[in-house]
């Protein structure tokens, strides 16, 4: 959308049209991408007749884009359980720190959404400022290449609000802003057109060395340690605990009917449904929300209604997943005590690891 909306030219119906279906597209995958509306319909800001009309065709086109997957949740019977999230889940999810606990109060949120701004969106902009400056000062007589500049600066600083939305500032949700912080970064290395001072290129090589050295650190701790792990678990498989669970669950011969209910985040639960093959018993595969917020009406709802499901059709086996973020910290089996009433009354544990998991085993 961005590179579509650099043209020179007006925008045409197809250009213009392109460029709010990919709009669309990334907001559909992720709603904060939204930050990135100001800066396309500033770059496409047309001339003062024509406003309306255009403006009118880029919000139809995004809108017509954007409805396509409310029509597929709606096909699929989702749309009121998918308002339901919105309008009961959301605000609670909002409204919690990275930890999934909740704030004390207002003070307490806007504080911390304060020091996560300066420090994450802080740093995207001050790695982004040495190539931007670079950029601007080789292009400063060129008028279209200053525009480009300030057009990726304004990109840059829209997305160090992308996670101020959500309030969550975990690494992996800052990926979209260090991509644009990367495209400002890599300006360092544009070739200028003119002879320059000695010591102004070696400013530039000087920000380029600093960043890949920094990047390098960095770099030790993602890509190659990820390799090493898993080339070491395809050799003991037998170290991941999901694996464990499904083993166990294959050995008790699993019928078509039996239905197995993970209590974990997204991560070992799921992966040991899938590797058994094993039907969820609920429509919970994951107990998060079950924890944010537990006092409040939405929270509840979700409680009553997983007990609820578990005792009119009891699954043959409950798995506890530990050592995750849990809201709050604790143990939240003990915490949910009408689900842990269940399992003392109905199950019986099948199999423990401490600190890992516990499978529980419904009784004869």
Known sequence: ????????????????????????????????????????LWMLWPAPGQRLRQGTMFFAAMAAVAAVPFAW???????ASFISIYRDFVPIYANSRYDLWHYADAGERYRFLLDGYLRYGGGACLLAAPGLLWAWWLHRQDALARRRILQLGAMVFAFTL????????????????????????????????????????????????????????????????????????????????????????????????????????????????LLARATSATRHLIDVPLYMQPESAGTQALRTELVQALTEKPPRFIVYFDQYLHPGGGNRLREF???????????????QADGEYTIFRRKP
Not at 199 to 206: C, E, N, P, R, Y
Not at 337 to 351: D, F, M
């Open 162 to 273: 992308y996670e101020v939305i959500a309030g969550k500032f975990w690494l992996n949700h800052l990926f979209p802003t260090a991509y644009w912080t990367a495209l400002c970064l890599g300006l360092l290395l544009a070739t200028p057109r003119q002879a320059l001072p000695r010591w102004s290129a070696g400013i530039a090589l000087f920000c380029v060395l600093a960043v890949a050295g920094l990047g390098w650190q960095l770099g030790q701790l993602s890509l190659q340690q990820m390799q090493v792990a898993h080339r070491q678990e395809a050799e003991t498989p037998q170290a991941w605990r999901a694996r464990r669970v499904a083993d166990f669950l294959l050995k008790q011969g699993l019928r078509p009917d039996d239905r197995v209910q993970a209590l974990d985040m997204a991560g070992d639960g799921q992966a040991a449904l």
């Open 1 to 40: 959308a961005f590179a579509l909306a650099c043209g020179t030219a007006a925008p045409s119906v197809l250009r213009l049209g392109s460029i709010a279906a990919l709009a669309a597209v990334s907001c559909s995958m992720k709603p904060n991408a939204v930050v990135q509306l100001p800066v396309l």
């Open 73 to 79: 949740v709606a096909m699929q019977g989702g749309l």
């Open 337 to 351: 005590e009408p689900l842990y009433a269940l399992l003392q009354s109905r199950y019986e544990v099948a199999q």
